[in-house]
C-alpha cells in the first residue's frame, strides 16, 4: 500500500485529493491548521498542526511515506489577495509551509513531492489584453506577476526545482487555473469568483440584481475539481516534471460566467458594476505542454461543474437561513 501526506487536507482541493486517493487505494494523512469545515476528508489519519513550525512537519514522518502533496497555503479569493492588506502574511506563511515540507521531505526520503502552484505567477504584462492572455509555460519570464502571491508561488517553485536539481528529489509542480466545486468556501471573503456569484445568484430572487467587481470583461477559465485532481494524479504518474498548467481552456468572462449560473439557476439576474480587486484583465490556461506530455487535457464543458457547484451552494444557502 502506497503512503501519501496531504498538506492542506483541510482546504478545498486538499480534502477532494485526499478521497482521491483514498479511492486509489493510499493509506493517507492530512495535515492542516483545522479540520475540513464540511467533513470532506477520509484519511486515515488527519494531523491538527502547523506546517509553519518544523517540528510539526517532521513528526509527520513517523513512517516511509512515499508521496507528499504541498497544497497547504495561505490563500483566498480576489477579495483576499488583490488589496495588498494581507501581503506580509501570504508571503511569509506560504514561503515558510513550502521551506520546512520540502526540507522535511528531502531528510526522510520521500519518493515524489508534488507543489501546487497558481497561474497567479503568470506575468501581468502578458494579461492586459481579456480576449488574448498568454499564459503558456515559457511565458513565465521575464517575470512580474500582479501580486505577492502571486510571487511567492514564483519563489516556491524555484525552490521545489533546486531540491530536484541539487538533491535528486522527484518532484512535481503543476500550475492551477481557478480550481472550483462543491464543498469549498463559498462566503467569508476568502471565497473565489465562480462560488461567491453561486451565491449571489442562489441569494437573489427571479429578476434580481448581484454586484459584479469591476465592469465585468475581465476574462478567467474555470476548472472544476474533479479534472483537476485527475491531472494532478497524471502528472505524479509520469515523469514529467513541470512546471504545467492544469486549467480549463473555456475562458469566459465574468459576465458570462453570471449568465451561466443564472441559467443553471432557472434565473434572470441582472448585474451591477461595482469597485473592487479584479486582477489581471485576461487568463485562459494553454494547455498545449500537458496534452504534449501526458497525453491528456480537461474536458469537461464549465456548465457542468457550475451546475453541480450551484446545487450544493444553494444547499448551504438555504440550510444558513434556516439557521438564522
Same mark, same amino acid.
Given at each position: 500500500?502506497?503512503?501519501?501526506?496531504?498538506?492542506?487536507?483541510?482546504?478545498?482541493?486538499?480534502?477532494?485529493?485526499?478521497? $482521491?486517493?483514498?479511492?486509489?487505494?493510499?493509506?493517507?494523512?492530512?495535515?492542516?491548521? *483545522?479540520?475540513?469545515? #464540511?467533513?470532506?476528508?477520509?484519511?486515515?489519519?488527519?494531523?491538527?498542526?502547523?506546517?509553519?513550525?518544523?517540528?510539526?512537519?517532521?513528526?509527520? #514522518?513517523?513512517? *516511509?511515506?512515499?508521496?507528499?502533496?504541498?497544497?497547504?497555503?495561505?490563500?483566498?479569493?480576489?477579495?483576499?489577495?488583490?488589496?495588498?492588506?494581507?501581503?506580509?502574511?501570504?508571503?511569509?506563511?506560504?514561503?515558510?509551509?513550502?521551506?520546512?515540507?520540502?526540507? +522535511?521531505?528531502?531528510?526522510?526520503?520521500?519518493?515524489?513531492?508534488?507543489?501546487?502552484?497558481?497561474?497567479?505567477?503568470?506575468?501581468?504584462?502578458?494579461?492586459?489584453?481579456?480576449?488574448?492572455?498568454?499564459?503558456?509555460?515559457?511565458?513565465?519570464?521575464? +517575470?512580474?506577476?500582479?501580486?505577492?502571491?502571486?510571487?511567492?508561488?514564483?519563489?516556491?517553485? $524555484?525552490?521545489?526545482?533546486?531540491?530536484?536539481?541539487?538533491?535528486?528529489?522527484?518532484?512535481?509542480?503543476?500550475? #492551477?487555473?481557478?480550481?472550483?466545486?462543491?464543498?469549498?468556501?463559498?462566503?467569508?471573503?476568502?471565497?473565489?469568483?465562480?462560488?461567491?456569484?453561486?451565491?449571489?445568484?442562489?441569494?437573489?430572487?427571479?429578476?434580481?440584481?448581484?454586484?459584479?467587481?469591476?465592469?465585468? *470583461?475581465?476574462?478567467?477559465? #474555470?476548472?472544476?475539481?474533479?479534472?483537476?485532481?485527475?491531472?494532478?494524479?497524471?502528472?505524479?504518474?509520469?515523469?514529467?516534471?513541470?512546471?504545467?498548467?492544469?486549467?480549463?481552456?473555456?475562458?469566459?468572462?465574468?459576465?458570462?460566467?453570471?449568465?451561466?449560473?443564472?441559467?443553471?439557476?432557472?434565473?434572470?439576474?441582472?448585474?451591477?458594476?461595482?469597485?473592487?480587486?479584479?486582477?489581471?484583465?485576461? $487568463?485562459?490556461?494553454?494547455?498545449?505542454?500537458?496534452?504534449?506530455?501526458?497525453?491528456?487535457?480537461?474536458?469537461?464543458?464549465?456548465?457542468?461543474?457550475?451546475? $453541480?457547484?450551484?446545487?450544493?451552494?444553494?444547499?448551504?444557502? *438555504?440550510?444558513?437561513?434556516?439557521?438564522?
Amino acid at each position: 500500500m502506497k503512503t501519501a501526506i496531504v498538506c492542506g487536507a483541510g482546504g478545498f482541493i486538499g480534502g477532494h485529493l485526499v478521497n $482521491r486517493l483514498k479511492e486509489e487505494g493510499y493509506w493517507v494523512r492530512g495535515v492542516d491548521l *483545522k479540520a475540513h469545515e #464540511f467533513g470532506n476528508d477520509q484519511a486515515d489519519d488527519f494531523v491538527i498542526g502547523d506546517l509553519r513550525d518544523p517540528r510539526v512537519c517532521d513528526a509527520l #514522518f513517523d513512517r *516511509k511515506i512515499n508521496e507528499v502533496y504541498q497544497l497547504a497555503a495561505d490563500m483566498g479569493g480576489a477579495g483576499y489577495i488583490f488589496t495588498g492588506e494581507h501581503d506580509a502574511v501570504v508571503m511569509h506563511n506560504s514561503a515558510t509551509i513550502n521551506l520546512n515540507m520540502v526540507e +522535511a521531505s528531502r531528510i526522510h526520503g520521500v519518493d515524489k513531492i508534488f507543489y501546487s502552484s497558481s497561474a497567479c505567477m503568470y506575468p501581468e504584462y502578458n494579461q492586459t489584453d481579456p480576449d488574448n492572455p498568454k499564459c503558456s509555460e515559457d511565458s513565465a519570464y521575464p +517575470a512580474m506577476p500582479d501580486s505577492e502571491y502571486g510571487w511567492e508561488k514564483l519563489f516556491s517553485e $524555484r525552490l521545489y526545482l533546486s531540491y530536484h536539481r541539487n538533491y535528486g528529489m522527484e518532484v512535481r509542480v503543476a500550475r #492551477f487555473h481557478n480550481i472550483f466545486g462543491p464543498l469549498g468556501t463559498w462566503t467569508g471573503g476568502r471565497e473565489k469568483a465562480p462560488a461567491a456569484l453561486c451565491r449571489k445568484v442562489a441569494e437573489s430572487e427571479n429578476g434580481g440584481t448581484i454586484e459584479i467587481w469591476g465592469d465585468g *470583461k475581465q476574462t478567467r477559465s #474555470f476548472l472544476y475539481i474533479d479534472e483537476c485532481l485527475e491531472g494532478v494524479r497524471r502528472l505524479m504518474e509520469s515523469d514529467f516534471t513541470g512546471p504545467v498548467n492544469i486549467g480549463s481552456e473555456e475562458m469566459v468572462t465574468i459576465n458570462q460566467l453570471v449568465d451561466i449560473i443564472a441559467g443553471v439557476a432557472g434565473k434572470t439576474i441582472h448585474k451591477k458594476h461595482i469597485e473592487g480587486p479584479q486582477g489581471v484583465r485576461g $487568463r485562459n490556461s494553454d494547455n498545449a505542454l500537458i496534452h504534449r506530455e501526458l497525453g491528456w487535457k480537461p474536458t469537461e464543458p464549465l456548465k457542468d461543474g457550475l451546475a $453541480r457547484t450551484f446545487a450544493w451552494i444553494q444547499e448551504q444557502v *438555504k440550510a444558513a437561513k434556516t439557521v438564522a
